[in-house]
T-cell receptor, first 115, second 118 residues
Framework: AQSVSQHNHHVILSEAASLELGCNYS??????LFWYVQYPGQHLQLLLK????DPLVKGIKGFEAEFIKSKFSFNLRKPSVQWSDTAEYFC?????????????WGLGTSLAVNP | GAVVSQHPSWVICKSGTSVKIECRSL??????MFWYRQFPKQSLMLMAT?????????EQGVEKDKFLINHASLTLSTLTVTSAHPEDSSFYIC??????????????FGPGTRLTVT
């Protein structure tokens, strides 16, 4: 069965620290990869996505992620976090097969950035 | 843009009653809508996938007679929680995929509906 694992459940950083959140998936075929963010009290928003092409994807608010096919990974990075980045981060994978092509979600990572 | 709205944003109901939640794609047509449930500090749990004009596909363990889904048009899907019980209290989120999504399959999320059953 397809699955997505996020290794860090809770991360606490100080402002200006660098961030890397791990995401691994289990599916051998073609995938679409997503990172979503949920700020406190707000709905899910797309941070970035990968479908094909350059494996280094740049998203909003200075975030980027790198797709490494050989490692089945799609880690999220930001060189310098801000207090406003405090949120829940979800990695999701859409296996490019089947009719509905539902998203498979990781359990999420709670990021707290101290000012 | 791709805006998805949900109504109501929060609802309190008594045990045994039914509650309907609406999900609308405001500026695009959505052939597929998804209903999720989110528990506090946890990930999203997909409940069902709804395609316009056909029956919803429910995930394993989700009671289709309890969570009725209707996707009558390309911009509206509804979730009805029938005979609600306190354990149904949760945050319900819908998402929609554009009709001409192509290979992207990107989903756009609504703001969620907080259901509290007393």
């Amino acid at each position: 069965a397809q699955s997505v694992s996020q290794h860090n459940h809770h991360v606490i950083l100080s402002e200006a620290a660098s961030l890397e959140l791990g995401c691994n998936y289990s599916y051998g075929g073609t995938v679409n990869l997503f990172w979503y963010v949920q700020y406190p009290g707000q709905h899910l928003q797309l941070l970035l996505k990968y479908f094909s092409g350059d494996p280094l994807v740049k998203g909003i608010k200075g975030f980027e992620a790198e797709f490494i096919k050989s490692k089945f990974s799609f880690n999220l990075r930001k060189p310098s976090v801000q207090w406003s980045d405090t949120a829940e981060y979800f990695c999701a994978v859409n296996a490019n097969a089947g009719n509905n092509r539902k998203l498979i979600w990781g359990l999420g990572t709670s990021l707290a950035v101290n000012p | 843009g791709a805006v998805v709205s949900q109504h109501p944003s929060w609802v309190i109901c008594k045990s045994g009653t039914s509650v309907k939640i609406e999900c609308r794609s405001l500026d695009f047509q959505a052939t597929t809508m998804f209903w999720y449930r989110q528990f506090p500090k946890q990930s999203l749990m997909l409940m069902a996938t709804s395609n316009e004009g056909s029956k919803a596909t429910y995930e394993q363990g989700v009671e289709k007679d309890k969570f009725l889904i209707n996707h009558a048009s390309l911009t509206l899907s509804t979730l009805t929680v029938t005979s609600a019980h306190p354990e149904d209290s949760s945050f319900y989120i819908c998402s929609a995929r554009k009709r001409l999504a192509g290979i992207s399959h990107e989903q756009y999320f609504g703001p969620g509906t907080r259901l509290t059953v007393t």
